[in-house]
């Protein structure tokens, strides 16, 4: 069994960076050799989307939107996930949540098998 707590979330002002955290525990080899894991977010009467993604060999993937702006990132252990966000703009704003597979990535977020309760990112301009 595998657990994921986001930390990090915060108000901001337009323009400005904040760093999320997912925290994973539980069997630790399982959360070493997950195969995937992700960033979504969901903002009020809006679908949830896939921010970031990252795969086992290290490699990111991301939604257009924030290209150059965000990076996803884990530890060495890769019992913590990152999400870097620079150049936050008020679109941003959203509930975020973390993901995590040890199969693969997948583009809904309801296909994972680990799911973080989300933290709150508020921008504003």
């Known amino acids: 069994q595998v657990q994921l707590v986001e930390s990090g979330g915060g108000s901001v002002q337009a323009g400005g960076s904040l760093r999320l955290s997912c925290a994973a525990s539980?069997?630790?080899?399982?959360?070493?050799?997950?195969?995937?894991m992700a960033w979504f977010r969901q903002a009020p009467g809006k679908e949830r989307e896939g921010v970031a993604s990252?795969?086992?060999?290290?490699?990111?993937n991301y939604t257009h939107s924030v290209k150059g702006r965000f990076t996803i990132s884990q530890d060495n252990a890769r019992n913590t996930l990152y999400l870097q966000m620079n150049s936050l703009k008020p679109e941003d704003t959203a509930r975020y949540y973390c993901?995590?597979?040890?199969?693969?990535?997948?583009?809904?977020?309801?296909?994972?098998?680990?799911w973080g309760q989300g933290t709150q990112v508020t921008v504003s301009s």
């Open positions: 990252i795969d086992s060999a290290g490699r990111g």
């Open positions: 993901a995590a597979d040890p199969r693969w990535c997948f583009y809904s977020f309801s296909d994972y098998k680990y």
């Open positions: 539980g069997d630790t080899y399982s959360i070493y050799y997950m195969a995937c």
